[in-house]
């Protein structure tokens, strides 16, 4: 097994990248132009951040929002959010990913887990192709740390751990942010040449450089990726974030406004229970069960949270 340390996720983007270019062992042949390590790796970061911008991988906010849809349920990671915010410290919380994204050997990310004293996101994952697409899930991973903390109002900076069954990097599709990376040009003079992935980028990029015309679809693809990138060419900046709707609990469409019963019929709760933890935030006295909030209400979404937290235990629901 590989442990890799890092501080931040941009320096673990690309440190696992030099790592890919620079081990001259545990490197094995892929499909396609990949290299694999033979085996598992564990990376953790400590101070998880996200400002890396998607355009320099040529990712797009519809890009973002399939990666969600395919792994990512907003009712089902809504929930887990709030059992992580409103549950017992110590308590781990985890999700498994839908099986939404069309992979024929299973879903590359299969789920993850939490808690939140100290705050720590685990990822698993069955295999990652390191480039671009293992972006995508370091992204979430550190965007949702980082949403934990400021909802927990937490004093320790979070960490991520995420165990990949098998890492791969693909030499072609690699291309484009290497060269975003500035790392090129040591590759076209041979600099990495003493390391499996670095000869075979540096074939791929000479070859890229001859076949600017070739029937094959990757390489043609690649080859304008590379051009448009010399030329300065890249998509609009974007910052993904993640979206309101996979962490804040709704009633229906989650717009409107609603009362203690009304939450005591959708999630089939004891009323008295409710008004209780109202009355403990304030909100209303016990004749009051008319009073109404909009859904959006940091009280109504504690409540939420509070009353599928107390499900969880008692074994009601998901």
Request: glycine content about 8%; aromatic content about 10%.
């Amino acid at each position: 097994m590989r442990h890799l340390r890092f501080a931040t996720s941009e320096e673990a983007y690309r440190g696992v990248i030099m790592a890919f270019l620079t081990n001259q062992d545990g490197l094995i042949d892929g499909r396609s132009g990949l290299r694999t390590w033979s085996s598992d790796v564990v990376i953790e970061i400590y101070e998880p951040t996200q400002t890396i911008d998607f355009s320099q991988v040529g990712f797009t906010p519809k890009r973002w929002t399939t990666f969600l849809k395919h792994y990512f349920e907003p009712s089902g990671f809504s929930t887990f959010y709030q059992r992580v915010v409103h549950g017992k410290p110590v308590q781990e919380s985890g999700y498994s990913c839908p099986v939404n994204a069309p992979h024929t050997m299973g879903n590359c990310l299969i789920g993850l887990s939490a808690h939140s004293r100290p705050l720590r996101v685990s990822l698993h994952s069955r295999a990652c192709v390191w480039a671009p697409t293992g972006l995508l899930d370091l992204t979430f991973a550190s965007l949702l740390a980082q949403d934990l903390a400021k909802d927990l109002a937490s004093k320790t900076t979070p960490r991520i751990l995420w165990h990949i069954d098998q890492l791969q990097l693909n030499a072609i599709k690699s291309l484009p942010i290497l060269s975003e990376l500035g790392l090129i040009q040591d590759i076209v003079d041979g600099k990495y040449n003493y390391s499996p992935f670095g000869q075979l980028t540096k074939y791929e990029f000479d070859k890229l450089e001859r076949t600017i015309h070739s029937p094959y679809k990757t390489y043609r693809r690649y080859a304008k990726k590379m051009e448009k990138l010399q030329a300065g060419g890249r998509p609009p900046a974007f910052l993904p974030e993640i979206p309101p709707e996979y962490k804040i609990a709704s009633i229906s469409t989650g717009e409107g406004r609603v009362s203690l019963v009304d939450l005591a019929n959708e999630f089939q709760y004891p009323l008295e229970r409710l008004q209780w933890s109202a009355r403990q935030m304030g909100m209303t006295h016990k004749t009051e069960i008319a009073e109404t909030w909009e859904v959006t209400d940091p009280r109504v979404q504690r409540l939420i949270g509070i009353i599928k937290h107390n499900q969880t235990l008692r074994g009601v629901g998901g």
